[in-house]
């Protein structure tokens, strides 16, 4: 009984929680780019004539290094630290986002929005809180991994009534200045903060069973980037990474792709203020909270195949409805589908993740990474094709109708996946 007593009141006060929080701020600290494209689109087409689809291209480079880093910045964490890897990629996008502001050719835009705050928002992704949760936490996993995907997904969308009243009064360079000073303020407390492992300061991870090697240091040799391969090729023999890589690669273009980048411009192209609309997606940011912090309680208990054939499928049946709901006011319909898309925005990666882990163990987060860059492909394709549907149509209909499409073949991908569960 005594020992009991004593490892419960060792739980609560758990040196796992404190990584959380750091890692929580320092995702939403990242964040803050992450809101900018969405909203200066229009001020850049403005002020240097460059079409839309110029300017989604940069956008859909820094989707695509965005997922495209994260398996080797996985990789990298094992061999290099937590603190070093992610206090490098907010130095990135701080540069990235400010030297935006002496940019006077499309080129520039492609090298700071695209190659510097692409790398560095992919060193920092998704897998970052998968390599958190997979070392830290044995119990409550599901539920950390909820939290901290929404602190960078609400983070981004949190920021943007910020950004477009600072736009609005001073032009779209003192946003841009802020994002870069949102990144650099958090890399003191990553430096100060943030461990590695539960083994390094003589803790196992939280709720990990007495022997169990969850949380314990895993000494990795040879180049991580080569790591970060053979965990693909590995992966790649399984049909479960395919259907997975698939459904996640709709999802990245249903969210970051095309809501995340196009909806201020579609909403004001109906006639909504783009302060409104870009309000409108801070509210779809702060119903992800609960949506996700929700999904990852459910994952920690239910099927996460269930989930995300319920997600995607609801999903895709509201984005065939938005084009009748937009408008130049804020209609109660409209906010029935921002509501709800909020509650479903990235409910996906807590799923997604624990999947990860069943079926591919200690190089989960790894493969996440590689999941996540299908993702991330999905975004990039989407943040530019529907630039160009605008372009060439004047209105984006088709791109929410192909969406919509898109979503049910995900719904199909995760019904086809088998359960295979390990060990913790």
Known sequence: ?????????????????????????????????????????????????????????????????????????????DRLGLRKVVSGALVLIALGSGLTVFMTASWQLLLCWGLLVGVGTGSMSMTFVATITGRWFVRRRGLVTGILTAAGATGQLVFLPLIASLASRYGWRVPALVAAGAALAVVPLVLLFLRDYPSD??????????????????????????????????????????????????????????VGTHFVTAAHDHGMP??????????????????????????????????????????GLSLLVLPSLLGPTAAPSTWVFIIFYGLDWVATVPPTVALCREWFGVDGPIVFGWVFASHQVGAALAAVGAGAIRDAQGS?????????????????????????????
Not at 407 to 421: D, E, F, N
């Open 274 to 315: 783009v302060t409104t609309a870009a309000s409108l997606l801070a509210v779809v940011g702060i119903f992800d909270v609960g949506g996700t912090i929700f999904s990852g309680y459910l994952t920690d208990r239910w099927d996460p195949r269930y989930l995300l054939i319920t997600y995607y499928s609801l999903r």
């Open 1 to 77: 009984m005594t020992q009991t007593l004593e490892v419960k009141k060792t739980a609560r006060v758990h040196l796992a929680w404190a990584v959380a929080v750091v890692g929580f701020v320092t995702l939403i600290g990242a964040a803050g780019f992450r809101s900018v494209p969405g909203v200066l689109l229009d001020p850049l087409h403005e002020e240097f004539g460059w079409s839309h689809a110029t300017i989604s291209a940069a956008v859909s480079i820094n989707l695509l290094l965005f997922g495209g880093i994260s398996p080797f910045a996985a990789a990298l964490m």
């Open 201 to 258: 300061v003589g803790l196992r991870a939280y709720g990990a069973p007495e022997g169990s090697t969850a949380g314990q240091r895993v000494e990795t040799s040879g180049s991580s980037a080569l790591r970060a391969l053979n965990a693909l090729s590995m992966a790649a023999r399984r049909p479960a990474f395919w259907m997975l890589a698939g459904g996640f690669a709709i999802c990245g273009a249903s969210t970051n792709g095309l």
């Open 396 to 424: 984006y209909n088709l791109a929410w109708y192909l969406a919509g499409g898109l979503c049910a073949g995900a719904a199909l991908m995760s019904a086809s996946i088998r359960r295979r569960v390990v060990a913790a």
